[in-house]
Every structure is written in structure tokens, then in C-alpha cells.
T-cell receptor, first 114, second 114 residues
Framework: SQTIHQWPATLVQPVGSPLSLECTVEGTSNPNLYWYRQAAGRGLQLLFYSVGIGQISSEVPQNLSASRPQDRQFILSSKKLLLSDSGFYLC?????????????FGPGTRLTVL | AQSVTQLDSHVSVSEGTPVLLRCNYSSSYSPSLFWYVQHPNKGLQLLLKYTSAATLVKGINGFEAEFKKSETSFHLTKPSAHMSDAAEYFCVVSDRNSGYALNFGKGTSLLVTP
């Protein structure tokens, strides 16, 4: 069966510090991968998605970036965090080329920027 | 672009009474629609999805939703609320133009009182 992992589960970082959040998927090959952010009291916002290694599409311009160095690894990064980067970050995967298929979410990382 | 609007930010029901969470969608093509639930500080769990096979979709935990094209609606219902149903509920549409990423509504917070 497929599983998705995210770490760390929680993170407290000072403004201006770097960020690296990792997401890995097991049990499937060449998944579509996604990063979402949920700010306090708001819905989820798509940040990035990837349909293959090295292929990243950005939905919202900001100081975050994403990379996919391996087939089942998706990394969210920042060089300098802002207060507004605080939120709940969720990684998700889906079967590629399946328009109607489901996305499966990881447990999330709660980031607090102070 | 595909989008959804959740008509109520908060819904309060008594235990044992029916639940209705309202969602309208906007899509330039036949959409894939989902309902996800998020319990406090948890990831997202799929309740049900509509993929044009049947207009009445049954999900987990007694929830169901009906796709009404004429009303562009996809309301979530449950005949009898349980205390464990208290959570945040998201209506979601899949966007084929963004790698089938999910566009989330802003969420409806369901409160269940004894």
C-alpha cells in the first residue's frame, strides 16, 4: 500500500532563517506531487505541483521554492522565512494521468515563524 | 478556472439531527468534485468524490453528496450528526489545467452540540 510521510511534524523558526520541509511517498511510482499551505482560519492554497523529477510548477509567487530531486521526494524550501510563512503545510500525491483520481495527503507540518 | 464556494463558514447542529453543508461550484467543463474533512491539527481525509458516474455519491461515515448540474451545487449531507463529526469540511474541485491540483473552498466548521 501507499504511504506518504512529512517531516518535521512541527517547526518553530525565527524570521529570516532558512526552511526545508520534506515529503516522501512510498508504494507508487511517478506520482504527481503537491504542496499546499493552510494559513490560520483559511482554506488550503496550492503552492507547487510536480508531474515528474525536476518538473515544478508554481501557483503563487512568494519566497518559497520547491524541488523534486527524486521520483518520490518533494522538498519545500525558503532562503529567508517571513512571518507570513506561518501555517500548516500539507504534501499530497496522486496517480498521474488520472483526471478524476483522488489526492492523498500527508500528516502535515505546522510551521510557526517568530 | 475551476472554483468552489462554500456558503456557510460555520454550521451548528444538535447530535442526532441532519447535517447540510452547502457548496456551489464553477467549472468550464464537467468537474471532479470532492469533500474532505479535517479534524483539529490533523491532515485531510477524503469523505467522498464525484466523477460523473452517479449524481448521488455515498461516502464514509454516513455522509453523502448530490451533484446537481442545473444548480451547480454539490451539497454534503448526513441524516444524523454524531459528536465525532465536529470538524472542518472542505468542498474541492480538481483543476486539470494545474496538474489536476485541487482548488479548495474556504471550509465550513461543523459544531455538534449534545
Amino acid at each position: 500500500s501507499q504511504t506518504i510521510h512529512q517531516w518535521p511534524a512541527t517547526l518553530v523558526q525565527p524570521v529570516g532563517s532558512p526552511l526545508s520541509l520534506e515529503c516522501t511517498v512510498e508504494g507508487t511510482s511517478n506520482p504527481n506531487l503537491y504542496w499546499y499551505r493552510q494559513a490560520a482560519g483559511r482554506g488550503l492554497q496550492l503552492l507547487f505541483y510536480s508531474v515528474g523529477i525536476g518538473q515544478i510548477s508554481s501557483e503563487v509567487p512568494q519566497n518559497l521554492s520547491a524541488s523534486r530531486p527524486q521520483d518520490r521526494q518533494f522538498i519545500l524550501s525558503s532562503k529567508k522565512l517571513l512571518l507570513s510563512d506561518s501555517g500548516f503545510y500539507l504534501c499530497a500525491w496522486s496517480v498521474p494521468l488520472a483526471y478524476t483520481d483522488t489526492q492523498y495527503f500527508g500528516p502535515g507540518t505546522r510551521l510557526t515563524v517568530l | 478556472a475551476q472554483s468552489v464556494t462554500q456558503l456557510d463558514s460555520h454550521v451548528s447542529v444538535s447530535e442526532g439531527t441532519p447535517v447540510l453543508l452547502r457548496c456551489n461550484y464553477s467549472s468550464s467543463y464537467s468537474p471532479s468534485l470532492f469533500w474532505y474533512v479535517q479534524h483539529p491539527n490533523k491532515g485531510l481525509q477524503l469523505l467522498l468524490k464525484y466523477t460523473s458516474a452517479a449524481t448521488l455519491v455515498k461516502g464514509i461515515n454516513g455522509f453523502e453528496a448530490e451533484f446537481k448540474k442545473s444548480e451547480t451545487s454539490f451539497h454534503l449531507t448526513k441524516p444524523s450528526a454524531h459528536m465525532s463529526d465536529a470538524a472542518e469540511y472542505f468542498c474541492v474541485v480538481s483543476d486539470r489545467n494545474s496538474g489536476y491540483a485541487l482548488n479548495f473552498g474556504k471550509g465550513t466548521s461543523l459544531l455538534v452540540t449534545p
